[in-house]
C-alpha cells in the first residue's frame, strides 16, 4: 500500500481510508475470506458495486457470537489445491505472488538463511505464500457467558507489515527510546501482554516483560522499579491501583525508598475513569511521583492497542489500517461526530483473523471525532471516553 500520512488534512485522510478498505473488500476479503464471501452472496451483495463508505454500511455487522461459532471461517485463506481444507474461497491469484517475488525487500520474500540450502523457485514460490497466508500467532479474548474465547489469528505478513506501524503509535505517548520501562501484564495469548513485546521488538523501547506477579511477585517489581529507577510501568487500572497500596504499605514499613524516577504510566485492559486516574495520581503523589498517567484501549478482535497522546486527549485510532464506525445501539444508523454509541470496526490489508464491521459492544460516551489533535498535532480518529460494556 502506498504511504500514509497522519499529517494529511482530515478530508485526504477519509478518501484513502475509503479507497484502500473498498479496494481490500474487493480484492482479498471477497474471494479469500470464508465467512464474508457467503454473507455476501446470501444478502445479495455485488463486491464490485462497494466504492463507497456508503456501500460498506450495506455489509451486516459481525458479532462476538459468529466469530465465537465459527473462528476459523474469519480466517483468510485462499483455496491452496489438494489436502487443504475447502472453505469455497478462490485460488490464490498468481499476480499477487508474482507481484511480492518481483518487489525489492518484499516481507513476504523467503529469508535467506545459512540452516537451509538453496531453495528452489518452487520452494521459494511456496514460503512466500506461508509468509502471507499462514497463521503464526494465536490471541484468546472476548466470550459471553458459557462461550469459548474467540481466536484471532496474525500471519507473518500481519506481524511484520502491518504490527510495525500501529505499535509505533507508542510514540505519541512520549515515552523515549532511551527510558526503561516495565511490563507488569500476566503473561497470557492477548494482546495487552503481547503488544509491549512487539513494540520493543519493532521499535527499539527497552522493555521488562515481568509476565505477571506470579513470576516476578509484585514486591519484588516495586524493588526493581524503586532501585533502578525505572521511567514507565505498563498494567490496568485494577492492578496498579493495587501495586500502589502495596508500594505505600512498603514505604510505611521502611521496605521501598520511593518511586519517583516514574515518568509514564500506561494503563489498558479495562476503562479508566477520571476518578480512577485521579486516585492513581494521589496515591503516585504520596510516593514521591508525578507520572501522566494515560489510558490504552484495545481487543482481541481489532488484533492492536492504542493511545493516549495526553492525560484526557482521547485514544488516537489507527485510520490506516482500520475504518472505524459509531453506530447508535438501538437503531444501528451511523450517529454524527462526538455523539454516543457503540464502536464497530473493519481491518484494512490485515491477513490472517480479519473482520468487518465488527461490533466491539463498547459504548463511547463521547464518541469519536477525526480531527487533527490539539496536544500531538497528528490527524487521526480519536474515541472519547468514558467506555462501558454494551452487549448489541
Ligand atoms: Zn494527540
Given amino acids: 500500500m502506498s504511504v500514509f500520512s497522519y499529517r494529511w488534512p482530515i478530508e485526504k485522510q477519509r478518501k484513502e481510508v475509503e479507497k ?6 474487493r480484492e482479498y ?28 454500511q450495506q455489509i451486516p455487522f459481525t458479532y462476538l457470537h459468529d466469530i465465537v461459532t465459527h473462528p476459523r471461517e474469519f480466517i483468510l485463506q485462499p483455496k491452496l489445491g489438494p489436502g487443504s481444507e475447502d472453505y469455497g474461497t478462490e485460488p490464490l491469484n498468481k499476480k499477487y505472488i508474482a507481484h511480492a517475488m518481483r518487489r525489492k525487500n518484499s516481507i513476504l520474500k523467503p529469508r535467506k538463511t545459512r540452516y537451509l540450502g538453496k531453495l528452489s523457485p518452487e520452494e521459494k514460490e511456496i514460503m512466500c505464500i506461508k509468509n502471507e497466508w499462514q497463521p503464526i500467532h494465536l490471541h484468546l479474548g472476548g466470550s459471553y457467558e458459557g462461550s469459548e474465547p474467540a481466536e484471532s489469528y496474525y500471519t507473518y505478513y500481519d506481524i511484520w507489515e502491518v504490527l ?15 527510558w526503561r520501562t516495565m511490563n507488569l501484564m500476566t503473561a497470557a495469548p492477548h494482546v495487552t501482554f503481547f503488544q509491549p513485546i512487539l513494540t520493543k ?6 522493555i521488562f516483560d515481568t509476565c505477571g506477579p506470579d513470576v516476578v511477585p509484585a514486591e519484588a ?7 533502578y529507577e525505572l521511567d514507565c510501568v505498563i498494567s490496568s487500572p485494577t492492578y496498579i491501583d493495587y501495586w500502589l497500596n502495596l508500594a505505600l504499605r512498603m514505604k510505611k514499613d521502611g521496605r521501598l525508598d520511593n518511586l519517583r524516577s516514574l515518568k509514564l ?25 508525578s507520572p501522566r498517567v494515560l489510558r490504552v484501549y484495545g481487543s482481541t478482535q481489532i488484533k492492536a492497542g492504542f493511545y493516549e497522546c495526553d492525560e484526557g486527549s482521547g485514544i ?40 468487518l464491521r465488527c461490533c466491539t459492544g463498547d459504548l463511547i460516551h463521547g464518541g469519536m471525532t477525526w480531527e487533527k489533535c490539539s ?18
Fill in 316 to 355: 488516537h485510532l489507527n485510520p490506516e489500517y482500520y475504518y472505524w464506525e459509531i453506530v447508535d445501539p438501538k437503531t444501528k444508523e451511523p450517529v454524527g461526530e462526538g455523539e454516543q454509541g457503540v464502536l464497530v470496526f473493519s481491518h484494512i490489508g490485515w491477513r490472517g483473523s480479519t473482520f
Fill in 164 to 178: 510495525p506501524k500501529i505499535v509505533a503509535s507508542i510514540a505519541i505517548t512520549g515515552i523515549g527510546r532511551e
Fill in 20 to 25: 484502500r478498505l473498498t479496494a481490500y473488500i
Fill in 201 to 206: 521488538l519493532m521499535c527499539g523501547n527497552l
Fill in 265 to 289: 504510566i500506561l494503563l489498558g485492559a479495562e476503562d479508566l475513569t477520571p476518578s480512577m486516574r485521579q486516585h492513581i495520581h494521589d496515591r503516585l503523589q504520596k510516593l514521591g511521583a
Fill in 375 to 392: 496536544s500531538c498535532g497528528l490527524t487521526m480518529p480519536i474515541i472519547h471516553p468514558p467506555i462501558s460494556r454494551l452487549e448489541i
Fill in 29 to 56: 476479503i471477497y474471494p479469500y475470506h470464508p465467512h464474508y464471501r457467503r454473507l455476501f452472496k446470501e444478502n445479495g451483495i455485488d463486491p464490485a458495486s462497494i466504492r463507497t463508505y456508503r456501500d460498506v
Fill in 221 to 227: 517489581q516495586l524493588e526493581l522499579v524503586s532501585g
